[in-house]
């Protein structure tokens, strides 16, 4: 290892960057477009989804079982029904997610003491949706019903408790942006310079290997750092994520997760000699994985065993759980020691694998 | 330790050396000895070997076999040692385009760790020798293709290698630059730099001490130029031919080549061959006159008939004259961008079925030319009319008159040669039965098996050159342009494709060609020289030799350079 060689090397590598504003506008813009199209559009929450009502009893009591449904903000009322044929067809059409049917003589039971019976009608064509709707139903329901329950069950959420979606997606997209953009610079950054030639030229100097990948993974890994920060900032001030845990431990958390993302671009870029393969390859080994595996949007646990051991191939899970884990509880790394040991140990194996695959041959 | 190199060892030494890509030996049982200070050309067809020798000398490639010791290290053991010392320029351009000359120049040094006062000193008398002092703020894809050569040479030489790998670096440079890159080498001599480089030039080939030649992996030959020409002494012929000859035949024993010069023909015989067999096997072609051989009849005495050799083009069938003739004609034809004029006030005229050859340095405007004869690019200010038809009106009708071989031939890689002509014969709206007679007649004129399944990647040089040559014919268009047609194909696989040419232009097509290799400038009839835009002149090689006031044997160079001197 040589200082003035590595200087050398950031040197020009730095300026070439700086001498293609392009490519740098877009590499620190898109991990922005992305928070703001994630956070915009990606939301598990439901709010005013459209209800059919079908009342055949007409009594105060349903009327005010319909108010109560319609005061939330999760539902608003859309149609109303005559007949069940009516229901039937505005579930078909779509017009409505959900469909209250309170049958004749539902207060007069309800006074006469005895159990009446109601029908609530969910579209279950997309299952998480309806699942949500389904139990926001049943606890209007239960709340309109002043009798006391046997065991009285008191639910309070934790970590989350407004149960907003984007304070959980935005300390996700940290992970996956990470994922998505610096693996590909890097990786095209190398095989550019496979492509053009100018490779020979350094293979031919006394620059060695490492000192070359170092020259080109400070620069990326800066960019690449400069990224989550914005995305972070954007997080912060802007989605009003809050922030439970200690800045620092997530900022030296992402520091050792831009090397590794940095690092598994250097890799692609021993694998091929050709841009278009590196940038196949980098959205094969590192942006659909971290999208999909990653527990971003869905969940690990529920998934298939030999999936869940799948998944602990991509540092996108590891990343995302401590990420979350900080920002939304507050953990600190006692809690989290084992997710950044591992990720520590991911990026140095990545670097000894990139490192033995770099040689200075051509062939 | 600068160097283990000792008195005794050569800085280059190969001993049974071989790599194979695959089940395709690139090398096989390579011997060779390079000695302090000597400068070795390697030449051979395309695919001989040449760039991977260089590979290996520069250690980027391990030999599959035998062993190589340059500088007195192993290219497998201590690659590290010699890369450290010696300059390799590979082929192509490949400094960062995005730098400046200046920082291409400090990175280069940077990693070799040339430092401080040395680095000014070097920087500077390296650029001054390059010319290119005036530019070292310009970035590197801003210069002409001999400076950018220029500039690689110079960050292989800040270090003060011994050794000095240069593969191919006269390929892309126009004759000018080309000379100015020599004058640098020629420097080096004295500081007993050793060089090893790989050319398609054949004058460079002349310059070197010795020369090695290559063909599918195997050393041939290694001798001196001089030496080598003795081996084809007495073999070589000058043919006049009377204006009522009759036809050549098609084939003619214990001719090794003919090359068709405007006024006569250079006859080749087999080896073994001379005097009075000689006279007797040409005296019915014409006046025959003995003439001294060049490098380039020892290439072609050494290389065994390949492939191409095997497929003997057919005359190609006459073309049909359009409704205003064949020929080009333009007026003060202009093109500027901005304040610049690529092409500036050039009037010409081309008759049809005649070889016309554009001269010029890297810039001069030869492409842009081309360019506005094609429909490509839209004149400023002129006029010009291309088989009739005027290049700023009907595109369509224009683009089904003319022709044109860019300098990168434009073709499919992944497409087999047939898949290709296919694409090329529909893409000019030819189909069916149209389709198959045009693709079986430009296949059969340019020498290839239309129903080739090769991948056009995976061709030869001169054999992509022929099917790009074919696609261009396509469609017969009455005047076809050739945008550097030869570039980095060996001489025997030039002088076939000429022969090509020339079949076309005899069959009435108008031919317009770019080239560097100033010996091609003798198969064409006429020749333009262009300079920063302008024609600064145009006629037969003789009127331009009688113009520059130069003596009847002066070369093609010695002819360009004088305009270029008198224009300038």
Redesign the interface.
């Known amino acids: 290892m040589n200082a003035r060689r590595i200087a050398a090397m950031l040197g020009k590598e730095s300026r070439e960057i700086l001498r293609d504003p392009i490519t740098l506008g877009v590499a620190l813009a898109m991990p922005l477009i992305m928070l703001l199209l994630f956070g915009y559009a990606i939301s598990l929450d439901v709010r005013e989804a459209p209800l059919g009502v079908l009342d055949l009893d007409r009594s105060p009591l349903s009327r005010q079982l319909v108010r109560q449904f319609t005061d939330t903000e999760y539902f608003a009322l859309a149609e109303t029904y005559t007949d069940l044929g009516g229901v039937e067809e505005a579930l078909r059409r779509g017009s409505v997610k959900l469909a209250l049917v309170i049958p004749r003589g539902l207060a007069r039971e309800r006074q006469r003491r005895e159990a009446p019976q109601m029908q609530i009608l969910l579209d279950g064509t997309y299952s998480a949706t309806a699942n949500l709707l389904g139990g926001y139903a049943r606890a209007i329901v239960a709340a309109a019903d002043p009798a006391p329950p046997a065991i009285e069950v008191r639910t309070r959420v934790w970590y989350n408790p407004s149960l907003r979606s984007i304070n959980d997606v935005v300390p996700g997209l940290f992970g996956v942006i990470l994922m998505a953009f610096p693996p590909l610079l890097t990786a095209l950054a190398i095989v550019r310079e496979k492509e053009s030639g100018s490779i020979q030229q350094v293979f031919v100097s006394p620059l060695s290997g490492p000192e070359f990948l170092i020259g080109k993974l400070l620069p990326y890994g800066l960019i690449a750092f400069l990224q989550i920060a914005m995305v972070m900032a954007v997080g912060f001030l802007w989605f009003q994520v809050p922030m439970a845990g200690s800045l620092s431990l997530l900022l030296a958390a992402g520091g050792v997760y831009v090397l590794c993302t940095v690092g598994l671009g250097l890799l692609v870029s021993t694998l091929t000699g050709s841009q278009l393969i590196a940038m196949l390859l980098a959205l094969i080994i590192t942006l659909m994985p971290s999208f999909l595996f990653s527990g971003f949007l869905f969940p690990i646990f529920t998934m298939p065993y030999a999936l869940q051991l799948y998944t602990a191939i991509f540092p996108a899970r590891y990343f995302i759980d401590l990420s979350r884990g900080v920002v939304l509880k507050g953990a600190a790394l006692g809690d989290l020691w084992l997710n950044l040991l591992l990720l520590i140990a991911y990026t140095a194996a990545v670097f000894a694998l990139a490192v033995w695959r770099f040689r200075k041959k051509v062939a | 330790m600068d160097s283990a190199l000792s008195q005794a060892e050569p800085p280059v030494v190969a001993s049974a050396l071989a790599r194979r890509?695959g089940k395709v030996a690139a090398l096989a049982g390579i011997d060779l000895s390079v000695a302090t200070g000597e400068r070795l050309g390697l030449v051979g067809p395309d695919g001989a070997g040449k760039s991977t020798l260089l590979?290996s000398l520069?250690?980027?490639?391990?030999p599959s076999a035998g062993r190589c010791r340059v500088l007195g290290f192993d290219t497998v053991r201590e690659?590290?040692q010699i890369?450290?010392r010696?300059?390799?320029?590979?082929?192509?351009?490949?400094?960062?385009?995005?730098?400046s000359v200046d920082?291409n120049l400090?990175?280069?040094?940077?990693?070799?760790?040339v430092?401080g006062d040395t680095y000014r000193e070097r920087r500077a008398a390296l650029l001054a020798m390059a010319g290119l002092m005036p530019f070292t703020e310009r970035?590197e894809r801003e210069l002409s293709g001999g400076m950018r050569k220029k500039l690689?040479l110079c960050?292989?030489l800040i270090h003060r290698p011994p050794l000095l790998?240069l593969d191919e670096p006269g390929l892309g440079v126009d004759p000018l630059s080309r000379r100015e890159l020599w004058q640098m080498l020629d420097d080096l001599r004295a500081q007993d730099v050793t060089v090893v480089l790989a050319t398609s030039y054949m004058d460079e080939a002349e310059r070197c001490d010795r020369v090695a030649f290559l063909d599918r992996g195997r050393l041939l030959a290694l001798d001196t130029p001089a030496a080598l020409r003795a081996r084809a002494a007495g073999t070589t012929f000058a043919v006049t031919r009377a204006a009522d000859a009759p036809p050549l035949p098609a084939a003619l024993p214990g001719v090794r080549s003919i090359k068709h010069l405007p006024d006569r023909l250079r006859v080749q015989l087999d080896s073994g061959r001379n005097g009075a067999e000689a006279q007797r096997l040409l005296a019915p072609l014409g006046t025959v006159q003995a003439v001294e051989a060049d490098l380039e009849d020892v290439f072609t005495l050494l290389a065994p008939p390949g492939e191409d050799a095997a497929t003997a083009a057919r005359p190609a069938h006459p073309i049909a004259a359009g409704p205003g003739g064949g020929g080009i004609s333009t007026q003060e034809l202009t093109r500027r961008y901005g304040a610049f004029s690529a092409v500036d006030a050039v009037s010409l005229d081309i008759p049809p079925g005649e070889i016309f050859g554009l001269l010029g340095a890297n810039g001069a405007g030869k492409t842009t030319l081309i360019k506005l004869l094609c429909g490509l690019e839209r004149p400023s200010a002129g006029s010009a009319r291309v088989a009739g038809i005027a290049v700023d009106g009907a595109r369509g009708a224009l683009h089904r008159a003319v022709g044109y071989m860019s300098q990168r031939f434009s073709l499919y890689p992944d497409l087999s040669v047939a898949e290709n002509l296919r694409f090329f014969a529909s893409a000019q709206g030819l189909a069916g039965r149209r389709a198959r007679a045009a693709i079986a007649a430009a296949a059969a004129e340019s020498g290839l098996d239309a129903g080739d399944p090769r991948m056009a990647g995976a061709l030869s040089g001169a054999l992509r050159q022929r099917l790009a040559l074919a696609c261009a014919v396509l469609h017969r268009p009455r005047v076809l342009f050739l945008d550097e047609p030869t570039s980095g194909v060996d001489p025997l696989s030039r002088h076939r494709f000429w022969a090509l040419i020339r079949n076309l232009a005899a069959a009435g097509m108008t031919v317009v060609v770019t080239t560097h290799y100033l010996e091609e400038a003798a198969f064409c009839q006429r020749l333009g020289l262009m300079q920063r835009g302008r024609l600064i002149a145009s006629g037969t090689l003789a009127a331009l030799r009688t113009q520059a006031e130069l003596a009847a044997d002066a070369g093609v160079e010695a002819i360009f350079l004088a305009h270029l001197g008198r224009a300038a």
């Open positions: 890509f590979q520069a250690a980027l490639l391990d690659a590290a890369q450290a010696i300059g390799y320029m590979a082929q192509g351009f490949t400094l960062y385009e995005r730098l920082e400090a990175f280069s040094a940077g990693v070799r760790g430092t970035r690689a960050t292989n790998l």
